[in-house]
């Protein structure tokens, strides 16, 4: 839990070494168990966009700590992280897309199918030879199926300005997308087989025109939330 009044006093400093700040703090002796290797500490900072909200409360008052628990033996100096770490989701497929550069990639952004999100980036970094940028998503375990060996992707530029014989137009995809930027895909008619875990595809600058058009015929990993809402039976006279 994370919890800022559970500190009783933080004394602060420079470090020894002059290249960060040294913070000491003193737990109550019921959240002693806080201080364990694995802890991981960071000062909560206002945060505000369309994939949450957190801190909001430190805009007009006093920044705080706040911490993750960790499971190891007991510890008294921790590095602190420059924000809140984020949690891998359990049984959460992780592939690799790679693309010549990094563009609007970031990490949060959403990874969506049909313009429902389904995933997220994790990281965003060069790959080990620096050729090209890779990008780590997520992909929520409820949409595993989504993701086949044939799966294209390809970046949600979030607006397209266009003209017909109507007039100009605005495309925009979503709202999230527009200021996060993010990643879209679509499924073949013919889905090949299902994506293993780390296997790499590419990130295609934007959808050719047929992707769009794909309507397959799957069923995403585990039941959608229609699906678990409870139905209602015919009474039997």
Known sequence: ENNH??????ILGVAGDLDGVRVVVRLQPDTASLARAGSRFWIVRPRL???GAEG???????????VLPGDGPPARAFQGLPGAPRIPEPDALEIVLGAPGRGNLREGAPVTYRQVTVGSITAVALARDASHVQARVAIHPDYRGLIRANTRFWRTSGA??????????LDVESIQGLILGGISLAVPPQPGE???AGQRFAL????????LAWTPS?????????ERAPRLLPLAR
């Open 194 to 196: 299902p994506a293993r």
């Open 49 to 51: 966009d369309l994939s």
């Open 5 to 10: 009044d559970r500190g009783r006093k933080s």
């Open 56 to 66: 909001l409360e430190t805009v007009v008052g006093a920044r705080y700590l706040a």
């Open 218 to 226: 799957l069923q995403p990993a585990g039941p959608s939330e229609l």
């Open 160 to 169: 397209r300005l266009g003209a017909d014989l109507g007039g100009v137009y």
């Open 204 to 211: 295609h600058e934007e959808a050719d025109p047929e992707w």
